[in-house]
C-alpha cells in the first residue's frame, strides 16, 4: 500500500536462529529493499525469518524435510533463545513490534507477542492482528512484499508458471480475474432453472398428479367400501353413508332412552355424544354402584385378613420369645433395675470397707518401720506404760501381713464377684427392654385393629393391659387364639362378600349383554365403518375442486419454462462478450506495466543480454491467466 497507512519494515534482529549464532540486527530503509550477497551468508535465513516472524509458519521449501527441520542455530548450544524481534513503522509515526520465540518441537509451536499503540498482546489474539494490519492471509505470502528467493527460483530463467505467479502478483490480474460477470452465473442459474421446471413438468405435472390422487382416493373408497360390505352393511346403506350413520346411531339413542342425533350434526360429534352417555349409564347405573361397594369392601377384607395374618405371626413369634427367654432368666425390666441398684449398692459399701482396712494397713506399717528404726525403749504416751517393742512388733505384723491382708484379698475377690454380677445383670436388663419395647410396639398394633376389625366383624379386646401380658405367657396365649380367630371370621365374610360380587356382577353381565352392549357394538360399527366412508367422499368432493387449479399451475409453469430458456440464451451471448471484453482489459494492464516489470528483472538478474519479458494473457475457466 502507498499511503500513510502503509506499514514499512523499519529493523529486523534474529537470535540462534537458522544461519545466525547469537545475536544479529538489521536496519532497514523506506522504499523497495533488494538483499545481493555471496551464497551461504545468510539471504535464505534472514528471509526465511523474516516470514516465519510474520507469520509463525516454516515457508514449504524443497530442500527442507519439515519432520527434522529446527528453526534454531546448530551451534547456538543448550542456552539457545531462538527467536525473532521484528519492528514496523507507518509515516505517521505508529509503530508495530512482533517478538516471535522458537520452542524446538516437531509441532513448530511458538511464543508470539505483539506491541501496538501501547497495547501488548499475545497468542492467537497477536496472530489475528498482525494478519489484520499487514493484510497478510494465513499460509500464504499474498500481502507480503517479501519474495524468497527458493519460492521464486524460476524468477530469471526458470517454470514459465513460476513466472507467470510473479507477474499476477505484481500486476493483480488476479483482482481482473474475479471479474468473472455476474451475468454468467445469472446465466447458469437461469439454465438450471429451465431444467428444473422441464424435469417437474415431465415428473410432477400439477395434472398428472391431480389424477393419480384422484384415482388414489377413489380406491380407498371402493376398499372401505368392501370392508362395509363384509361387516354385513346394507349395500343401499353404503349410496348415502351420513344418513346410514345417524340412521344407526337413532337407533341407539332409543335403546338408551336419550335424545337422538341432529340431523345437521357432525357424526364424529355424535359418535363421542353417545359414548359419553353411555359410560355415564354404566357408572351412574344402581347395580354398578352395589357392584362397586361390595368390590371396595372385599378389597377392605382382603387387607385386613393380611394385616391379622401378619399381626398373629408377629405375636406367634414375640410369645416363643418371650418364653424362651423367661426360661433363661428374669424378663421384668423392674425387677432387674432393682437388682443392679443392690448390686451397686453393695459394691460401694465393698469399696469402702477395702478403702478402711488399706488405710489402717498404711498407718500400721509406718508404725511398724517407726519402731524398727528406734530401738531405745520407752512409755506409751496414752497409758504411760512401758513397750515391750519385741513383742509389739509380732502383734503389728501379725496385723498387717495376716488379718488385713486376708480381709483385703477376700474383700477383692468379693468386689471382683459383684462387678460380673452387675454386667451380667445389666446385660439381662437390656435385654429386657429391648423384648418391652417390641412387646409395647407390638400391643400398639393389636389396638389400632380393633375399629377396623369392629367395622367388619363386631368386638375385639381393646384397651390391652399391656404389661399384664408381657409378664403373663397364658393371657398372651388368649390373645393369639383371639387373634387366630378373628383371622377365620374375617376370611369368611370376605367370602361371603365374594359370593354377593358374584350374584351382583351376573345381574349386571345381563344388563350389560341386553342393553349397553347392543348400543356400543352400534357405535362402534358407525365409527369403524361408516365413519371412514363418510370421510374418504368428503376427500374426493374437496380433491375435485382442486382440478382447476392444477391446470392454472401447469399453465403458469409453461410460461415460466419459456422465459427461463429465452433469458438463458441472452445471458450466455452476453457473458461471451464480457469475457471477451475483460481478456482486452487484462492484455492493455499487462502492456502498460510491461517495461517497469522487465526493467525490474533486468535488474534483479544483473545481464546485460537480458532484453525484456514476454507475457500472453489467455482465459482458463472462466479466469483471466
Not at 149 to 157: A, E, K, V, W, Y
Request: aromatic share 4%.
Amino acid at each position: 500500500m502507498n499511503n500513510d497507512q502503509s506499514w514499512c519494515l523499519k529493523n529486523l534482529r534474529i537470535r540462534d536462529l537458522l544461519g545466525f549464532q547469537q545475536a544479529v540486527e538489521f536496519p532497514f530503509e523506506a522504499g523497495l529493499q533488494v538483499l545481493e550477497a555471496p551464497n551461504h551468508t545468510g539471504k535464505t535465513s534472514l528471509t526465511m525469518a523474516l516470514l516465519w516472524g510474520l507469520t509463525g509458519i516454516v515457508p514449504n521449501l524443497a530442500r527442507i524435510n519439515k519432520h527434522f527441520f529446527r528453526l534454531t542455530n546448530k551451534h547456538a548450544g543448550d542456552n539457545a533463545q531462538p527467536s525473532v524481534e521484528i519492528a514496523l513503522s507507518q509515516a505517521d509515526g505508529r509503530e508495530l513490534v512482533i517478538k516471535r520465540a522458537y520452542q524446538a518441537r516437531p509441532d513448530v509451536e511458538t511464543d508470539l507477542s505483539v506491541d501496538l499503540d501501547g497495547k501488548s498482546f499475545s497468542g492467537q489474539q497477536a496472530q489475528d492482528l498482525i494478519w489484520a494490519e499487514l493484510g497478510l492471509k494465513p499460509s500464504s505470502l499474498e500481502g507480503c512484499g517479501v519474495v524468497l528467493q527458493d519460492h521464486r527460483l524460476g524468477l530469471i530463467t526458470g517454470k514459465d508458471s513460476d513466472v507467470s505467479d510473479v507477474i499476477n502478483d505484481m500486476l493483480g490480474l488476479y483482482t481482473l480475474s474475479q471479474l468473472v460477470p455476474t451475468l454468467e452465473a445469472a446465466s447458469k442459474d437461469a439454465a438450471d432453472l429451465r431444467k428444473e421446471v422441464e424435469a417437474f413438468l415431465t415428473d410432477a405435472d400439477p395434472v398428472a398428479k391431480w389424477e393419480d390422487r384422484d384415482k388414489q382416493l377413489n380406491e380407498e373408497l371402493r376398499q372401505l367400501e368392501n370392508k362395509a360390505l363384509e361387516s354385513g352393511f346394507a349395500k343401499e346403506l353404503l349410496d348415502d353413508p351420513r344418513t346410514g350413520a345417524l340412521t344407526e346411531l337413532s337407533a341407539a339413542a332409543g335403546i338408551l332412552g336419550v335424545e337422538g342425533p341432529a340431523p345437521e350434526g357432525a357424526v364424529e360429534q355424535q359418535i363421542e355424544r353417545l359414548r359419553t352417555k353411555l359410560n355415564n349409564l354404566r357408572k351412574t347405573h344402581s347395580a354398578a354402584g352395589v357392584l362397586g361397594q361390595l368390590q371396595s369392601r372385599k378389597a377392605e377384607l382382603g387387607q385386613l385378613v393380611t394385616d391379622m395374618r401378619k399381626l398373629a405371626a408377629d405375636l406367634a413369634k414375640h410369645d416363643k420369645r418371650l418364653a424362651t427367654e423367661s426360661g433363661n432368666g428374669e424378663v421384668d425390666p423392674a425387677k432387674l433395675a432393682a437388682s443392679v441398684a443392690a448390686t451397686e449398692a453393695r459394691l460401694e459399701e465393698n469399696g469402702r470397707a477395702r478403702q478402711k482396712l488399706q488405710d489402717e494397713q498404711g498407718f500400721l506399717t509406718n508404725c511398724y518401720d517407726h519402731l524398727l528404726n528406734h530401738h531405745e525403749g520407752g512409755t506409751c504416751p496414752l497409758c504411760l506404760q512401758s513397750i515391750e517393742k519385741p513383742k509389739l512388733l509380732a502383734g503389728l505384723k501379725s496385723r498387717v501381713n495376716g488379718t488385713i491382708a486376708t480381709d483385703l484379698e477376700r474383700l477383692q475377690k468379693e468386689h471382683q464377684t459383684l462387678t460380673d454380677q452387675k454386667k451380667a445383670q445389666e446385660k439381662r436388663l437390656k435385654t429386657a427392654k429391648s423384648l418391652r419395647n417390641d412387646h409395647g410396639s407390638l400391643m400398639g398394633q393389636i389396638e389400632a385393629l380393633g375399629p377396623r376389625v369392629g367395622n367388619k366383624i363386631g368386638t375385639w379386646p381393646t384397651p390391652l393391659q399391656v404389661d399384664t401380658l408381657y409378664l403373663d405367657g397364658f393371657l398372651r396365649g388368649q390373645l393369639l387364639q383371639r387373634t387366630e380367630k378373628v383371622c377365620g371370621e374375617l376370611g369368611v365374610e370376605q367370602d361371603k362378600v365374594g359370593e354377593e360380587i358374584k350374584k351382583e356382577q351376573s345381574a349386571y353381565a345381563q344388563l350389560e349383554t341386553q342393553k349397553f352392549h347392543p348400543v356400543e357394538t352400534r357405535i362402534n360399527r358407525v365409527s369403524d365403518f361408516l365413519k371412514p366412508i363418510i370421510h374418504a367422499a368428503e376427500k374426493i368432493e374437496s380433491h375435485g375442486k382442486l382440478r382447476q387449479e392444477a391446470e392454472e399451475r401447469r399453465s403458469e409453469l409453461d410460461k415460466l419454462l419459456k422465459e427461463a430458456s429465452d433469458t438463458a440464451g441472452q445471458l450466455k451471448k452476453i457473458s461471451g462478450a464480457l469475457a471477451d471484453h475483460e481478456q482486452n482489459a487484462a492484455s492493455a494492464a499487462v502492456k502498460a506495466q510491461l517495461p517497469a516489470i522487465s526493467d525490474f528483472f533486468k535488474k534483479i538478474a544483473g545481464n546485460p543480454d537480458y532484453d525484456g519479458l514476454d507475457i500472453q494473457t489467455t482465459v482458463s475457466r472462466d479466469k483471466v491467466t
